[in-house]
């Protein structure tokens, strides 16, 4: 199974950018955020055409989370049905593959000490106890997803340029660690440990080129989903060209059940792929496409198949 999370920055603007990529990546699950959509306005019939179920939760603000599935797609769940909704949409989850996803699009806190830095550190709580009340500790779970978090100081381009900003917080940090202590881990760091592997980079300043970025998509699996997690890929190249979102999208591929992640292997595409540029060139170049292939037939990556 491949999951993959993409922050499209507005789904209307970038709606043929998304449909390109889908088709090219193929993953069995994309979740989406801030589409800026209300649901009466979400394209389902254009992902229908491309074999994915869709569900949506927005109001058509800044906000917006999507799950598009391949895999099947049932007990939707849109929002925590608790104050941490006061936020806006952000939250959407649904069984998919056997897999309970979770698309989360946390809040900024624009400011530390603000109303609004303690009403994200409040929404990670409540993400958290979500997960406690929704979820058995030996289901299957991805939360996935645009944190507005850099985990740690690997993932920020400069940290002391960032001292005093939001993102980078010891309580923030601690929030979504205390996430993740559910028993999650996170899919990228499960294959590579280095700095500099960005998924959000500002449209100002040449950030992108300057490779001043942060690492705040994530996609976080539990236990034996980690155990099974084969790839991870943060697809820098999506960032390229016209009209991009500042996000690009975080991929992870999971082998079918009985089969863990070292007896899958690697495969051959991703170490022909530059970690630390992060990009899936070697893979376009292998002619599988942005995202290095479909997961079917690819060094045991799943296809189609359930967790």
Not at 39 to 59: I, K, N, Q, T, V
Not at 79 to 87: L, N
Request: with cysteine; charged share 25%.
């Amino acid at each position: 199974m491949r999951i993959a999370t993409f922050n499209v920055n507005s789904l209307k603007v970038r709606l043929e950018r998304v449909t390109a990529w889908l088709a090219a990546a193929r993953p069995d699950v994309l979740c989406l955020q801030e589409t800026k959509m209300a649901d009466s306005a979400f394209p389902a019939e254009r992902f229908a055409e491309l074999g994915y179920e869709a569900a949506h939760h927005g109001d058509g603000r800044w906000n917006g989370v999507a799950l598009l599935s391949r895999v099947g797609l049932v007990g939707v769940q849109a929002g925590m049905d608790g104050p941490a909704d006061a936020a806006g949409c952000r939250l959407l989850a649904a069984t998919c593959g056997g897999v309970r996803v979770h698309s989360v699009y946390v809040p900024n806190g624009r400011e530390v000490g603000s109303p609004y830095f303690d009403e994200k550190l409040q929404w990670l709580e409540a993400l958290r106890d979500l997960l406690d009340r929704t979820c058995g500790s030996g289901d299957a779970v991805a939360v996935c997803g645009d944190f507005n978090v850099a985990p740690d100081d690997r993932d920020v381009w400069d940290p002391s340029a960032l001292v005093g900003a939001t993102h980078v917080t010891v309580e923030e940090r601690r929030a979504l660690a205390h996430v993740q202590a559910w028993g999650l881990s996170d899919a990228l760091r499960l294959h590579y440990p280095q700095a500099g592997l960005f998924s959000w980079w500002d449209y100002r300043g040449g950030a992108f080129h300057r490779r001043r970025g942060m690492r705040i998509d994530l996609v976080l699996l539990s236990e034996g989903l980690a155990d099974r997690c084969t790839w991870a890929l943060v697809d820098r190249n999506e960032r390229r060209g016209a009209q991009p979102s500042d996000h690009v999208p975080v991929l992870a591929d999971v082998a079918d059940a009985g089969r863990r992640s070292d007896e899958a292997g690697v495969r051959e595409v991703v170490r022909r792929t530059d970690p630390a540029d992060g990009s899936a060139a070697a893979a376009a170049a292998a002619g599988a496409g942005a995202a290095g292939g479909a997961a079917a037939g690819a060094g045991g990556a799943g296809g189609a198949g359930g967790p």
